[in-house]
């Protein structure tokens, strides 16, 4: 079976959530839905996160380029899709509101196609494409690939299996603005050691993430530096 004869089924799939294309059985980024998050408040920023720049392109630009370069389904996860319909992508909104990023993954994983999708947060502006794919690479025998650093597990640029759906539907009816990491519980987990994410980056700024106006001037000094 071919991309595009998965992409032809498309549509239809995002009509029927969780209709498998056939012949899935070993995952790498063609195989897989790039999910975007971008459904939050961003109330440290006090302006949305999606729509500040970097270089001249919008951080929702950037990661869509490139998870377009890289999957062959993209979903883009928000609770306002007025503001993103430029964007060529499916937009789906969540399913359980309110519930923080974790609501998002589940809305994500619930439209996805591919059994596997790569999931990111929209306020990531220095994503490494060769460490996604090295990731993508990782998935087979787990649920989850996720890197690991002494500051702690990055859920929030993670791959996750549709099998995760039903623990995260389980958490979400119990809590309100639930931790990432509550998924992990009973699912076969790869952590991408400090070791290796190092070695794509050894400036440490892939994973970095943009949350106050301080992020962002931090995140254009590392950009001065290169
Ligand atoms: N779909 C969806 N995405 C969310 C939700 N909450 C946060 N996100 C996304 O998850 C990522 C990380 O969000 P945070 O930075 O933790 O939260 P935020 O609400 O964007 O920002 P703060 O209000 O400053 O905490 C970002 O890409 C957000 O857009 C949500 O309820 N639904």
Redesign the pocket.
């Known amino acids: 079976m071919t991309n595009k004869d998965n992409l032809d089924g498309k549509a239809d799939n995002m009509l029927n959530p969780g209709k498998r294309f056939p012949g899935a059985c070993h995952a790498t980024a063609q195989r897989m839905t790039g999910i ?10 006090g302006l949305n ?2 729509f500040l720049e970097i270089d001249g392109e919008r951080l929702i630009d950037r990661v869509v380029r490139q998870f377009k370069s890289l999957f062959p389904e993209v979903i883009l ?3 306002e899709p007025l503001l993103y319909l430029d964007q060529d992508i499916p937009l789906v ?2 399913i359980y ?9 589940y ?2 994983l619930y439209y996805a196609s591919y059994e596997y999708a790569f999931l ?5 502006p220095y994503l490494n494409v060769e460490f996604i794919r090295y990731m993508t690479e990782r998935i087979d025998g787990y649920d989850i690939v996720v890197p690991e650093t002494s500051e702690g597990f990055f859920p ?1 640029h993670a791959i996750y299996s549709r099998r995760c759906l039903p623990g995260i539907k389980n958490l979400l009816e119990r809590g309100d ?1 639930l931790k990432m990491t509550g998924c992990f519980k009973g699912m076969r987990v790869f952590f991408v050691p400090e070791s290796v994410i190092r070695t794509y980056d050894p400036d440490g700024t892939m994973l970095l ?4 106006e301080e992020d962002l001037k931090r995140a254009l000094a590392f950009r001065q530096r290169r």
């Open positions: 975007i998050l971008s459904g939050g408040k961003s109330s440290r920023m996160k999606a996860v928000t609770n909104s969540d509101k309110k519930k923080g990023p974790l609501g998002g993954l809305a994500g990111c947060a929209c306020d990531m929030l603005r993430n943009i949350n106050t």
